[in-house]
């Protein structure tokens, strides 16, 4: 590292970097930094954690709406997606080593890659959805799309056992119980026959995780935009160096998990057998 | 019982408190009601002697130990006891287990209805309750014969609503887009109150009606009468029963207020101002073609959502709403 | 020797003494701005302290209210159904999202916990400001629904109903996402804190109980809460864009709602206990003159009770339509949560066995905590109980349970805990007789209140009810009654502790004789905790001090100890 502090001041690449003053050494402020954004991403990955048991809910009780719909995505601006993602991950690794020796000339250089195949991934995803809007491909209430088959209408009217059979003959209208005409019962147990030809029913279901999980995944990149773009504004007046690269450092794992998720969420979405 | 009454009549008058069942639970009226009350008698005396342990305990360790002139610090004693503090973990984790399994037991039971069960169709909706009998018969009350054990297949038409009743210590959530089941044995006749425990909106604390059950050959004989209410009752009430059970009241109100369908005071012989242009006299023939095919004739400013009723109404039901109709000026 | 002219360190009488004539952390910089930009972390937990009790107040106002309302059991001049809806609903989401989450964590929290570790402040005080104005703005859009639209779902926000209902529901759960990251991040900054700032000699069997309890209540905060964010974000997007998730017309399931809902919400309530715990834990100590009985037991216990929290959700959904299996394993779980509770209550109890027990304000709230928690505690075995629950669930059986948790126990503790701490916090006594009687009168209207809910609720009494029936007005008026004593009792606490700011008898640097770090600075404290930092010894020593006449409070036994060398 360097020569010992004298006054918690530490010095590199031309700027002064303050140890705070509630920290006795540079290196408990490292190591605290460290773990503060360990723990902030733990709470990324259960904030995701909801979404994708949602989608492993929904995909097990219906597994031919997954089948299905996933067609719809487009596997290789899916596939050049996910290689742009674990190329900024790569570029960023290198952005932080570039950082911790000091490079700053380098580290500018990685920084922009990175932010740039961000951008890139937006860009690409913008496309996808552009797509999916134009055949009415969308989520829940809005979905529109024209199947192969008029699949059932996206809003039904709800069960009507409620007025009431009129004669005794319809007794047996009642269905049996706690098995539903919707909702999560599995197929088969309602009484219809699989195997029907054209599109299941409530394809909208997948759209719905898809925009939902993608979405948010992208919201996380934009907002991992902005902070890699603050970290290139500084990088870039020199305020990192050997002694002091932790904002780098911790944008960089950030990044990690952003790209992480987008691994999972590719075959989750659209790889499905 | 008595003592607690007297309290609360001593204390804050008002009306008189429970008086069937015992100071903690209301009358046992299904054979599930008797395990319910005896797994809870027995977490009841538990409580009861852990919680006047650790009181007695305290209150006693505040007197004898007390600061005082001579007693500024403690006496020496132990900082920890492995064998206590590990004998006052054992024992209560026996305890819990042995009221766990019981209350398993006993919700398996509640849970898994016997398979000659006689069947009736709850429906619950923003904020009534209607029950409908296997000859297609519907009521606001829920009846049914003593010791038999009858199936609820419930579904709701709107959101989330609780179905309870107490004196049976029965409770399932009924739920949109599903049907769930509960099942019971009632075994003593009288009228329980049925209430909404799952909060659905303004209305939820109005969700009440009744469980009732009849003596041997009772519910047989309501059922009939009830199922030909057509025959028994005269056209208008008739008319008016079918208003509140079979959908209508959703939609439409009998005292002039606005809702998603026009109001059916002063509707009958009036003058209706049609969406298109044309004005039409509400008659006999008029009300008869919006009940079978709605679609035609939709009144100026009401949007056209109202369902057919073709093959869901009869035509003496049909003409029963219509004398009903003909009352509300 | 006069406390506000006590030498610090060896040889002299107090450590540190009265700071009030002196630079402390209150008078350290002046203006609102030095306030509001603050990065220190006792001006934060005060500023936090104002706007929380604020929140308490409010959210008591409309429980008046309601209990008001509910003296008749029928239609009321006083207020619509609609409007007891929207009372009710709000009444549960200030108390839960506004009041109680944060409570204990953020105010004493935040005061306590750097001086406990003998340190300057926490890990992130920036985080800790942006983290307050986090609260700040999420109470802001939270409360701002009652003006646009309030809410009538019930604090759980129950599906279809909450995606269905025309009030500005995406205002108030908008507002509580935000709340979230408030949570989230105090809890990560208590985290860090406690692993990286810990003073030499304070090895994690060496703490304080009360940062135990913290330290189990961050892990929750940060594992649970992002859980409820999702869950937030779900409902907002069903509503403004009709994802169609909980909507069993697009091939939605409203159950998923309640298992989401309540995997953060159930963690919630021990977020909401654990700190309590940790107070009581350091009072019953003190006030015993004693070390506290199985320390270890007691510590880990927390630890227990945080990881078993997060399995046992399904025990609000007995009758919610889950599977019998799925119903069984969380029945047992939820009994399983119970023991690490229990046995903290028995380590309390016989802390006090041979003690020498202070009577003072803060133990009275500890003997009401001991009695009230566990009534709520023994009533939960009654909810856990499978086929008993089915009976309970929904009624006021359970709203009298969670009462007496949360408030018979975390709202009492959080009393005692600002009672013990007031005088550190600013340098002031309050008056002990008024301080009693508001206890005594808390405790007396907290039982009338509630213990009444509990026989209407077996009686099958439902909860949320506007109307009820006329057999059940005498327990009503009961409660009622009850509901006013309490509120005098809170009166009366606001009136004699905003007096002490002014007149209360200066305080010494340890009126209660603690042994814990924070005892051995002025009270209050400077900016900065420690004129130089303290050596960590046995939090619970507090034989190592004894009582002083001539400073008002306590004195080491031995010279002070030497300064930890930097």
């Known amino acids: 590292m360097l020569a010992e502090p004298t006054d918690g001041r530490v010095i590199e690449g031309g700027r002064a970097h303050h140890v705070a003053h509630h920290f006795d050494t540079a290196e408990q402020e490292f190591e605290s930094g460290k773990l503060g954004m360990w723990i902030f991403l733990a709470t990324e990955v259960l904030l995701f954690g909801g979404l994708f048991c949602a989608y492993a809910v929904y995909r097990s009780n219906h597994p031919e709406i997954f089948v299905y719909a996933h067609r719809f995505l487009d596997k290789t601006l899916g596939a050049i997606n996910t290689a742009v993602l674990i190329c900024s991950s790569f570029t960023m690794a290198l952005a932080v080593r570039a950082a911790q020796l000091g490079r700053r000339k380098a580290l500018v250089s990685l920084l922009t890659a990175t932010i740039a195949m961000a951008a890139c991934f937006l860009g690409i995803k913008g496309i996808e959805y552009e797509n999916k809007w134009k055949e009415g491909l969308l989520w829940g209430k809005r979905f529109h799309a024209q199947l192969e088959r008029p699949a059932a209408p996206a809003l039904p009217a709800a069960p009507a056992p409620t007025a009431g059979a009129s004669a005794p003959e319809d007794r047996s209208a009642i269905p049996p119980a706690a098995i539903g005409p919707r909702g999560l019962a599995r197929p088969g147990q309602r009484g219809e026959s699989l195997g029907v030809e054209g599109p299941p029913r409530d394809v909208q279901v997948f759209f719905s995780v898809y925009f939902l999980m993608t979405g948010l995944h992208g919201i996380h990149v934009i907002a991992g935009m902005i902070v890699l773009t603050l970290m290139l504004i500084r990088a870039a007046r020199g305020e990192f160096g050997p002694s002091y690269f932790t904002p780098v450092d911790l944008a960089g794992l950030y990044w990690h998990l952003v790209d992480l998720i987008w691994i999972f969420l590719f075959p989750l979405l659209y790889l499905i057998r | ?329 | ?566």
């Open chain 2, 1 to 329: 019982m008595r003592l607690g009454q007297f309290i609360l009549d001593r204390l804050v008058g008002g009306a008189a408190v429970q008086t069937d069942g015992t100071f903690w639970m209301p009358v046992q009226a299904s054979s599930g009601a008797e395990p319910v009350d005896s797994i809870f008698g027995f977490i009841f005396w538990v409580s009861v002697f852990f919680f006047v342990l650790i009181v007695a305990l305290m209150v006693t360790f505040v007197i004898r130990y007390r600061r005082r002139p001579g007693r500024e610090d403690a006496e020496p004693s132990p900082r920890h006891h492995t064998a206590l503090e590990v004998t006052w973990t054992v024992i209560p984790i026996a305890i819990v287990v042995v009221i766990f399994v019981w209350g398993f037991k006993a919700y398996l039971d509640i849970n898994t209805p016997p398979p000659n069960a006689y069947e009736i169709l709850v429906t619950g909706q923003k904020w009534k309750w209607l029950f409908t009998y296997p000859n297609g018969h519907v009521d606001e009350d829920l009846h049914v014969p003593v010791d038999a054990p009858v199936r609820l297949v419930m579904t709701s038409e709107d959101v989330i609503h609780g179905f309870y009743i107490p004196a049976f210590r029965l409770k399932r959530d009924v739920l949109p887009g599903r049907y769930v089941k509960v099942w019971f044995r009632a075994i003593k006749p009288g009228e329980y109150q049925i209430y909404c425990t799952q909060y659905c909106g303004t209305g939820h604390s109005d969700m009440w009606a009744k469980a009732v059950v009849h003596e041997p050959g009772g519910f047989e004989r309501w059922l009939e009468e009830a199922s030909n209410f057509l025959k028994t009752m005269s056209p208008s009430r008739a008319g008016e029963q079918l208003y509140r059970t079979r959908g209508c009241a959703q939609c439409h109100t009998v005292d002039g207020r606005g809702s998603t369908g026009p109001t059916w005071k002063g509707l009958f012989g009036s003058h209706v101002p049609l969406d298109g242009g044309k004005t039409i006299v509400a008659d006999e023939n008029y009300l008869r073609t919006c009940i079978l095919d709605p679609t035609q004739n939709v009144p100026l400013g009401f949007q056209p959502v109202m369902p057919t009723f073709k093959g869901r109404l009869k035509d003496d039901e049909i003409t029963a709403i219509i004398e009903y109709i003909k009352t509300l000026r």
């Open chain 3, 1 to 566: 020797m006069a406390s506000n002219e006590a030498v610090i360190g060896t040889g002299g009488l107090e450590v540190g003494g009265n700071a009030l004539g002196r630079d402390n952390y209150l008078n350290h910089g002046k203006g609102l701005r030095s306030w509001l930009l603050t990065l220190d972390h006792k001006r934060i937990g005060v500023m936090y302290l104002c706007v929380i009790l604020a929140s308490f107040f409010l959210g008591g106002v409309f429980a008046e209210l309601i209990r008001t309302k509910l003296l008749t059991p029928g239609n009321s001049a006083l207020m619509k159904a609609d409007e007891y809806n929207q009372m009710f609903t709000l009444h549960g989401a200030i108390m839960i999202f506004l009041f109680v989450i944060p409570g204990i964590p953020a105010t004493l929290g935040n005061f306590v916990l750097p001086l406990m570790l003998g340190a300057k402040d926490v890990a992130f005080p920036r985080l800790n400001l942006a983290s307050f104005y986090m609260w700040v703005g999420g109470a802001l859009l939270a409360l701002g629904s009652i003006v646009t639209g309030a809410v009538d779902t019930g604090w759980t926000f129950y599906t279809p109903y909450s995606t269905t209902t025309n009030t500005n529901v995406i205002s108030m759960v908008a507002g509580v996402f935000i709340l979230g990251f408030s949570s989230i991040f105090t809890g990560l900054n208590f985290v860090v804190s406690i692993h990286k700032l810990r003073p030499a000699g304070m090895s994690w069997f060496r703490m304080p109980l009360f940062l135990w309890g913290i330290y189990g209540t961050a892990i929750l905060q940060i594992m649970a809460t992002p859980v409820l964010g999702i869950t937030l974000l779900l409902l907002i997007a069903e509503r403004a864009l009709g994802v169609g998730i909980f909507d069993p017309a697009l091939g939605g399931d409203p159950v998923l709602f309640q298992h989401f809902f309540w995997f953060y919400s159930h963690p919630a309530v021990y977020i909401m206990i654990l700190p309590a715990m940790g107070v009581i834990s350091e009072l019953v100590s003190v006030f015993s003159r004693k070390h506290i009985f199985g320390y270890k037991f007691v510590a880990l216990s927390s630890i227990a009770i945080a990881v078993i929290s997060f399995l046992v959700w399904g025990h609000h959904m007995f009758v919610a339509g889950q599977s019998n299996l799925a119903s069984m394993i969380f029945s047992f779980l939820t009994f399983m949560v119970a023991i690490p509770s229990a046995i903290k209550v028995f380590n309390w109890v016989t802390t006090m066995y041979k003690g020498s027990i202070w009577l003072t304000t803060p133990m009275l709230y500890v003997l009401s905590f001991l009695f009230l928690f566990g009534i709520g505690g023994l009533t939960g075995l009654f909810l856990g109980a499978l086929a008993v629950d089915v009976h309970l669930h929904d009624t006021y059986f359970v709203v009298a349970h969670f009462h007496y948790v949360m408030f018979g126990g975390t709202v009492i503790a959080f009393l005692g805990g600002l009672h013990y701490w007031w005088p550190k916090m600013f340098g002031r006594m309050y008056s002990e007789f008024w301080g009693r009687i508001a206890a005594l009168l808390i405790f007396v209207g907290f039982n009338t209140t509630f213990f009444t809910q509990f026989v209407m609720g077996s009686h099958g009494a439902p909860r949320r009810s506007y109307h009820y029936l006329p057999e059940f007005e005498g327990y009503h008026r009961l409660s009622t009654i009850g509901a006013y004593i309490l509120g005098v009792g809170f009166l009366i606490i606001a009136v004699y502790l905003i007096h002490s700011l002014f007149r209360g008898r200066p305080a010494p640097s340890n009126p209660w004789g603690g042994a814990t770090l924070e005892w051995r600075t002025t009270s209050p404290p400077p900016h900065d905790n420690f004129a130089t930092p303290p050596a960590a010894g046995d939090p619970y020593d507090v034989e190592a001090w004894r009582w002083e006449g001539s400073v008002g409070g306590f004195v080491p036994r031995t010279p002070a100890p030497e300064p930890a060398g930097s």
